[in-house]
């Protein structure tokens, strides 16, 4: 206390100063922050695998397709969002056709949402804050490790989430947090307004929990004033504008994504979905004491205007929505934990605070307390994802050093050969069976290598394509997976097959089958070979020549 009581001037300038100069410093910091990440990851390429691998060619396959000039939601069928496709591919460019290209386009991700998010952040609060939000931001787009898993488990599965949670708390802040008071109204304004509206359609092609919430975000932000009715206005404009400029250049039509999402939503179970909810809300019931915490640091200022109950309620309901749309994400994706979306709400609730100490006694004590305390709140919020974050970048860095990774003869021969695994990873039994079966595909379709043949792999992912070279056939999916197909709800099996001439199918074929049931066994397909995980098959009266 006695020290705090010394240096509370020093303390308050850290945490509170929004002057040119702490914004230059800020500024300066996150370039060098963002710098060597990318040098980084540049240098690193992709980590050595140690989580969840099999996931990763989902996202290398659907880039690939891309780069053939295929087109998502048309040529293949796509339950996901098409983003991570394309800043994959943006990656291929960039390289050449390879794991890295995943980890390349992650980089440029990164670099945008970093300096986009710093220069919302300076019209709205303080230079510590701003940049302690826009590193999170940034790290949460490019750090290998899907969220809720241990930091150890290095890989790219399920970036999706990655990416709709750092481009939602980008859109959260333009909407939510409203510019310092003085700025008066500029061009900024207007300018904000139109990117929340780009964000909220690249969430779109994110995934679609996270456009629904972005939207239900926006509608609230606009009951609770946040947005006059002609700016919001032109946040929908702004949206269809860019959704229109997208498809443009994508050929993604509207159409085709309402197709395959509603494939997938239907594939889903409301009772699963609820029950999630539950679980998840018990097993996060202890980050409401610290919200509450927050709710009555706001509501103990001083003042009519801001005491006022339609002021307190407008910060209740702005809180309580973060939380439970962060519940939502946390129930309708598959992860086991962590909720960045709270850092929003521990942002928004610190600056409150701040703002509403700076009318006390200069550097008074209580003024300390109350800006430590704030900044205490935000940090328990943003710090253990931000810490774990920090540690996957240094224990993937450290295996790369030290070259503590393995691979196989044979992926090295193709161009996956900088897809490779941890040598003594917390998973290596996993990770050992799956560069076995790796192996184990791509050693058979060598052997039945020929030039006229368009395969379709009907597996989890497929890596087989791209680690081969091969042209990939029109039709199939980019990843098959029970809970965006089934039995319940899935694509025609004609779309799946496309053209293809063959099929790489997994050896039990138990979803293809529990899915497609009389329809898949009336193929009558030919059986080429068997393998320990895989079949082998030849679709009947198909020409090799022609579609």
Known sequence: MLVVNQYRRQINQFICSSTPAAFLLAWSLLAVALAALAALFFFMGAPAMNGRAWDVPVFLDGAWRIANGQTPHRDFYGYLG???????????????????????????????LGLSAMAVLQRR?????????????ALL???????????????????????????????????????????????????????????????LFCKLNYFVLGAGFFVLAFLLGRFSPGRALLCLLSAAVVFSFISLLTRISAAAIWQDYHIMAAAQGLRGRLRALAIHGIENVLYLPVLGLLL??????????????????????????????????????????????????????????????????????????????ALSLFALLLVPI????????????????KSNWVSTETLRSTQLSDFRFTKNGTRSAEMRDYMETLDEGIQLL??????????????????????????????????????????????????????????????????????????????????????????????????????
Not at 88 to 93: A, E, H, I, S, Y
Not at 143 to 163: E, H, K, V
Not at 317 to 341: C, H, R, V, W
Not at 521 to 545: C, Q, S, W, Y
């Open 141 to 203: 787009a490019v750090t290998p490790r899907p969220l809720g898993d241990p930091y150890d488990y290095t890989d790219y599965a399920m970036l999706y989430n990655r990416y709709g949670e750092s481009i939602l708390g980008l859109f959260g802040v333009i909407i939510f947090l409203p510019p310092l008071p003085g700025l008066g109204r500029s061009w900024a304004d207007w300018a904000e307004t139109a990117v929340a509206g780009a964000l909220l359609t690249v969430l």
């Open 296 to 373: 009555w640091e706001i509501s103990s200022q001083k003042g009519e205007r801001n005491s006022s109950p339609r002021v307190l309620w407008r910060h209740l309901a702005l809180i309580a929505s973060l939380f439970g749309g962060a519940l939502l994400l946390l129930s309708t994706n598959d992860q086991q934990g962590e909720m960045p979306l709270l850092a929003l709400a521990g942002l928004y609730g610190a600056e409150i605070i701040r703002r509403n100490t700076t009318g006390t006694p200069e550097d008074s004590f209580l003024v300390t307390a109350r800006n430590l305390g």
């Open 386 to 401: 931000l810490a774990t974050d920090c540690k996957t970048v240094a224990f993937a860095a450290r295996d790369a050093v």
């Open 125 to 137: 609060t303080s230079a510590l804050y701003a940049l302690a939000m826009s590193l999170f931001l």
């Open 82 to 112: 098409d983003l991570p496709y394309y800043v994959t591919w943006l990656g291929m460019k960039w390289s050449r056709p390879c794991a890295s290209a995943i980890t390349y386009g992650n980089v440029f991700l990164m670099t945008a």
């Open 446 to 547: 060598r052997r039945h290598s020929d030039a006229r043949m368009r395969l379709a792999v009907f597996s989890f992912s497929d890596p087989y394509h791209l680690a081969l070279g091969w042209v990939p056939p029109v039709g199939g999916a980019a990843g098959l997976s029970d809970t965006a197909m089934n039995d319940r709800s899935h694509p025609p099996l004609k779309r799946m097959l496309g053209d293809a001439t063959h099929i790489l199918a997994d050896r039990d074929g138990a979803l293809l089958r529990e899915t497609y049931g009389a329809e898949w066994d009336a193929l009558h397909l030919e059986v080429i070979e068997e393998t320990r995980h895989f079949t082998l098959f030849k679709v009947p009266g198909r020409n090799e020549n022609q579609p």
